[in-house]
């Protein structure tokens, strides 16, 4: 199965500070069938980003995904207060779906 | 609206079978699949299996294939997980997601909590 590695583990940012979440895989993956989710604590994970640009609905444009072959990027352009979050990327290229073990953006 | 409401936190003793369910919702039910995810603490999701509610296909990881049962009632627009011969490592929060038109897992349930504990 493709293992997916994220970095860093944790952020620590100011609200209004730019983010960049990297996720690395163990082989190749195709870009249409690569996403990044956004959890909050005791909620369920929302979908973010799909194939690997496209935003979700009713996600603002400061969220952006850009990548290829075996790396990705979620790129937060201005931290606002409810960005603080644990973020995990996923892909679906190949069977088992496998998720990154998430990046903590936290508040300094 | 999209909507995937899952049925309440079970405790369960180490053993025993345990079923979770997802209603769904705002969509027509046999035209998307529906995936199950858990999260165990501290660690990452984990995908479990997929049924395609149009004709009760199923896809199951080969790690939970001998203890997972997924199952349809169209009637009433719910998806059953049935995972069985629990263990303490089975307690996790358990999520149904939505398989996408792209395939991604665009809308989640809410999660089930199971505790297996003796």
């Known amino acids: 199965e493709i293992v997916l590695t994220q970095s860093p583990g944790s952020l620590s940012l100011s609200p209004g500070e730019r983010a960049t979440l990297s996720c690395r895989a163990s082989?190749?993956?195709?870009?249409?069938?690569f996403a990044w989710l956004q959890q909050k604590p005791g909620q369920a994970p929302r979908l973010l980003i799909y194939?690997?640009?496209y935003r979700a609905t009713g996600i603002p444009d400061r969220f952006s995904g850009s990548g290829s072959g075996t790396d990705f990027t979620l790129t937060i352009s201005r931290l606002e207060p409810e960005d603080f979050a644990v973020y995990y990327c996923?892909?679906?290229?190949?069977?088992?779906?496998?998720f990154g073990q998430g990046t903590t953006v936290e508040s300094k | 609206q999209v909507q995937l409401v899952q049925s309440g936190a079970e405790v369960k003793n180490p053993g025993a079978s345990v079923t979770v369910s997802c209603k769904a919702s705002?969509?027509?039910?046999?035209?998307?699949?529906l995936h199950w995810v858990r999260q165990a603490p501290g660690q990452r999701l984990e995908w479990m299996a997929l049924?395609?509610?149009?004709?009760?296909?199923?896809v199951y990881s080969q790690k939970f294939q001998d203890r997972v049962t997924i199952t349809r009632d169209t009637s009433a627009s719910t998806v059953h997980m049935e995972l069985s011969r629990l263990t303490p490592e089975d307690t996790a929060v358990y999520y149904c997601a939505r398989h996408g038109p792209v395939s991604m897992n665009d809308y989640w349930g809410q999660g089930t909590l199971v505790t297996v504990s003796s």
């Open positions: 049924i395609k509610p149009g004709d009760g296909n199923t």
């Open positions: 996923q892909q679906y290229s190949s069977s088992p779906r496998t």
């Open positions: 082989q190749s993956v195709s870009q249409t069938y």
């Open positions: 705002g969509y027509t039910f046999s035209d998307y699949g």
């Open positions: 194939g690997t640009s």
